[in-house]
């Protein structure tokens, strides 16, 4: 359970966490740019900008992608059952600057960075510009790994295959001298998913110790209404029209119209520091039905952005409350 007085953030663990090695860029062009600023690039002159000194921007975002689609595949794989939702709500705990500045620092990234003099302390003491180091070295690890990368020769045809394929090469010589002109090179990204493994051998190292606390957080009895073994991602569905069902069977057995009281929350898998604004908020709907007896039955249910899902996952809860609810319910 997560709650105000002990926060579950990956945060909170990275103080206490065993980091693995970082692997080196073995590329000196792209470590070169992932430690360069673009104050320094934009400083330079014209003559040393031709010999390509570039900055880390496009490979911060480029790292930034790379770093959100491993631990996306990496929620689903230790979690196969959650929905989407979960999956970025747990990610951002994960990926955000704070986390990422961090990270970067522990490995003293920023420190190694070249800046234009004017923009050095500013530089190190942004919690952004650091993050975005840590995204670029990601991105250089991976391109380097591309780079790297063996060169295999395609398999050689036998001789009848080889002998057909020059002959039709000759044939066909001034066709495609005509073509050269007009068709676009081939982009070969063959290599990008062996460079994709080799990175995951390092994040998964670095963040799957850190997920599973993530996940542990979610065994309380709020977030089962979202995640929990018994209503998991078929809720939502399985609620759908719950609460004119609801109402039909109150009027059926002459009882009160339910009542349906709400608050815009914050749920208890979003950690404090992360409270900010109403981004990420959700609808607790407690559906209140009366008794004929003066008692009720209250059930609570919680609907991504909208009170209606929260109304019907309500109402569905209170259907399901009891094998005997509308005999109870007109005690």
Wanted: aromatic share 8%; hydrophobic share 35%; net charge negative.
């Amino acid at each position: 359970m997560i709650d105000d007085d002990i926060s579950e953030s990956a945060l909170v663990l990275l103080d206490k966490f065993t980091y693995p090695p970082l692997p080196p860029i073995t590329d000196t062009k792209l470590e070169r740019a992932v430690f360069t600023h673009r104050s320094l690039v934009n400083s330079l002159p014209t003559d040393l900008l031709l010999g390509g000194y570039e900055s880390y921007e496009k490979l911060a975002h480029l790292g930034d992608s790379l770093l959100n689609t491993f631990i996306t595949c990496l929620l689903h794989a230790m979690n196969p059952k959650s929905r989407p939702k979960t999956a970025t709500d747990l990610r951002s705990k994960l990926v955000n600057g704070e986390i990422n500045a961090h990270i970067s620092r522990h490995y003293d990234l920023p420190a190694k960075v070249l800046t234009a003099r004017s923009v050095g302390g500013t530089f190190r003491a942004s919690d952004i510009e650091a993050g975005e180091v840590y995204e670029a070295y990601l991105a250089g690890l991976f391109y380097s790994y591309v780079k790297a990368k063996p060169n295999v020769s395609p398999p050689s045809a036998s001789h009848e295959e080889a002998s057909t394929d020059k002959n039709m090469s000759q044939d066909n010589s001034n066709k495609q001298n005509i073509e050269e002109s007009v068709i676009e090179p081939k982009v070969d990204i063959s290599s990008h998913g062996q460079a994709f493994d080799r990175l995951s051998l390092f994040l998964q190292e670095l963040y799957q110790p850190l997920i599973q606390p993530l996940l542990d957080s979610l065994s309380s009895p709020l977030s089962e209404l979202l995640f929990g073994d018994r209503f998991q991602e078929d809720i939502l569905v399985l609620s759908e029209g719950a609460k004119s069902e609801l109402n039909t069977l109150t009027q059926k057995w002459r009882l009160a119209q339910p009542r349906y009281s709400h608050e815009y929350i914050w749920p208890e898998w979003t950690l404090p520091f992360q409270r900010k604004g109403t981004h990420g908020k959700v609808w607790k709907s407690t559906c209140t039905v009366r008794k004929r007896d003066g008692t009720s039955l209250s059930m609570n249910g919680i609907g991504d952005g909208a009170k209606g899902p929260a109304d019907n996952v309500a109402a569905y809860l209170s259907c399901n409350a009891s094998q005997d609810l509308l005999l109870d319910l007109t005690k």
